[in-house]
């Protein structure tokens, strides 16, 4: 099955409307999709709507960014109820001091040089509580400081550049069960991306999977071939579901775009499996 469980709207740091995002994957013959916007759920009812209209089967989902082991780590999450009270303030908290990290970056771009990157930022934001590294990298490309927003990220936005300020997300254990007690599947999102030892990964596979994790991404924008391999593994040693997510923000940025993924590997069982009762469509 085509399933592209992982995207981003104006409602966090992608560039299209939730409706586009729909019609998008749609078109791309995507058969079952959620969007999954970093640490908010605004954009959830239209995502629903758009994707009934259309006769796109739909996951409700949301990507909660977790600091662990001194990492940001993200956690998706998939088929819970929008209206889960302890998933919505959870998610609020989350949100919470986007705004004083992105003066903190501002002012450590502004001693490199680089003055009025906050308000930049700001013309690039739909939604004013989810100012991300994304928007900082959309106005220092557009003010030709850097040709792309990899070469962004590369030179101001990493660990121990200008612009980055260490932040202190949600606990892995708050995300996994803010997420599962609203009814939904936690899975780890793109693993292949984080800077941990073999040690570390381990222990986040096992608190993960203590905590009531369930799925792993395994077939993400973000990986290699040699990622699909290891994290095939991974998810079958821990006994866990995978997932399928093209992780989409912009057809100008993003490398892959919605339902244009390699399929899971054979071995493994696809999170959709123990999602069926969650998913929604057109009646
Ligand atoms: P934030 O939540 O503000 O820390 O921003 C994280 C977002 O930045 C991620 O969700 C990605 O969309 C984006 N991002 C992180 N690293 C890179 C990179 N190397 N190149 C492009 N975008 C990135
Ligand atoms: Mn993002
Ligand atoms: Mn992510
Ligand atoms: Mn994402």
Redesign the pocket.
Same mark, same amino acid.
């Given at each position: 099955m085509n399933a592209d469980l992982h995207c981003?709207s104006v409602v966090s %740091?992608g560039t299209l409307e939730p409706e586009a995002l729909a019609a998008r994957a749609k078109a791309n013959g995507v058969e079952l999709w959620a969007l999954t916007d *970093?640490d908010e759920i605004g954009g959830q009812q239209r995502a629903r709507d758009a994707a009934l209209a259309l006769d796109l089967p739909w996951l409700s989902g949301t =990507?909660i $960014?977790v600091t662990f082991a001194g990492i #940001?780590v *993200?956690i998706v999450g998939l088929g819970f109820d929008l209206d889960d009270a302890a998933l919505v303030a959870g998610l609020a908290a989350t949100r919470g001091g !986007?705004r004083e !990290?992105a003066i903190e970056m501002s002012e450590g771009l502004a001693k490199f040089g680089i003055k009025g990157a906050y308000e930049g930022a700001l013309k690039y934001v739909g939604n004013p509580e989810l100012? $991300? +590294? #994304?928007h900082f990298?959309r106005h220092l490309v557009e003010t030709g400081v850097c040709a792309d #927003?990899?070469e962004?990220? !590369?030179r101001y936005?990493?660990e121990g550049k200008p612009g980055f300020v260490p *932040?202190r997300w949600a606990t892995l254990g708050n995300a996994v069960r803010w997420i599962t007690q609203a009814g939904g599947l936690a899975v780890i999102a793109h693993p292949g +991306?984080y800077k941990f030892s073999p040690t570390e990964e381990y222990a986040l596979f096992t608190e993960f999977k203590a905590h009531g994790g369930l799925g792993v991404e395994v077939v993400t924008g973000s990986h290699g071939a040699a990622d699909y391999l290891k994290y095939t593994d991974m998810t079958l040693e821990f006994g866990l579901l995978a997932s399928r997510g093209s %992780?989409f *923000?912009s057809p100008d =940025?993003s490398r892959t775009d919605l339902g244009r993924l390699p399929e899971l590997p054979g071995q493994l069982t696809p999170v959709w499996q123990a999602l069926a009762h969650r998913v929604q469509r057109r009646s």
């Open positions: 981003h %740091d *970093h =990507e $960014s #940001t *993200h !986007r !990290r100012i $991300s +590294r #994304t990298a #927003t990899q962004v990220f !590369r936005l990493v *932040h +991306r %992780d *923000h =940025e």
